[in-house]
């Protein structure tokens, strides 16, 4: 449900450093993920997703890590850049091929600093 | 591949308007097109599912007869924000899927924002 007055946790980094996002989901079956990027004023872009008989994933300059004992999902920045300043999601897919099936979370807002 | 147009991208409306946002899928078939509401600072939070040719489908809470939606045709959903008030002004997204199963990602458009004066 929706959350009045909800801050979004920021993570601050270095240009050139590595980020790294975490997030929790909530539901054991779950067997889809994705991270989006949103930018303000825009839609969600799709970056990387992971099935769930993966534990890892890589893209270009991005991995995506799953880690299913504790329903943890984690989204890696290789040199981090200006540009990848934005809000994160993760997106869950909680089943059913029909009707709602992700469910996001709260999101993370990555600065990047110069 | 896999673009979603939303239009227009910023509504300013007097009160008792009502407002209508269009999402099109321009290089697929979207059998299924989301509309999402976002809150400044907070995550998406989905209004309702709608399924070409068929009623959507809304979350709880969401009131069906203020957001009117319309999957006619396999690239186009309408939302109708009817009778809008200030409480009504939010950014809307809206995503859309193609054909197959739910493992696979939505497609996003740009949002619109819809400032009720």
């Known amino acids: 449900g929706e959350s009045v007055g909800l801050h979004l946790p920021t993570l601050s980094v270095q240009e050139g450093d590595n980020s790294i996002i975490n997030c929790a989901y909530s539901n054991s079956a779950s067997d889809y993920f994705i991270w989006y990027k949103q930018e303000s004023g825009k839609g969600p872009q799709f970056i990387i997703d992971i099935r769930s008989n993966m534990d890892k994933r890589q893209g270009q300059r991005v991995t995506v890590l799953l880690n299913k004992t504790v329903k943890h999902l984690s989204l890696q920045i290789a040199a981090t850049q200006p540009g990848d300043s934005a809000v994160y999601f993760c997106a869950e897919n909680i089943g059913g091929d029909y009707g709602q099936n992700f469910v996001f979370g709260p999101g993370t807002r990555l600065s990047v600093l110069p | 591949g896999a673009v979603v147009s939303q239009h227009p991208s910023w509504v300013i409306c007097k009160s008792g308007t009502s407002v209508k946002i269009e999402c099109r899928s321009l290089?697929?078939?979207?059998?299924?097109m989301f509309w999402y509401r976002q809150f400044p600072k907070q995550s998406l939070m989905l209004m309702a599912t709608?399924?070409?040719?068929?009623?959507?489908?809304?979350e709880q809470g969401v009131e069906k007869d203020k957001f009117l939606i319309n999957h006619a045709s396999l690239t186009l959903s309408t939302l109708t924000v009817t009778s809008a008030h200030p409480e009504d002004s939010s950014f809307y997204i809206c995503?859309?899927?193609?054909?197959?199963?739910?493992?696979?990602?939505?497609?996003f458009g740009d949002g619109t924002r819809l400032s009720i004066l």
């Open positions: 709608s399924n070409e040719g068929s009623k959507a489908t809304y």
């Open positions: 995503s859309a899927r193609g054909r197959g199963f739910s493992n696979q990602p939505q497609h």
């Open positions: 290089d697929f078939q979207a059998t299924t």
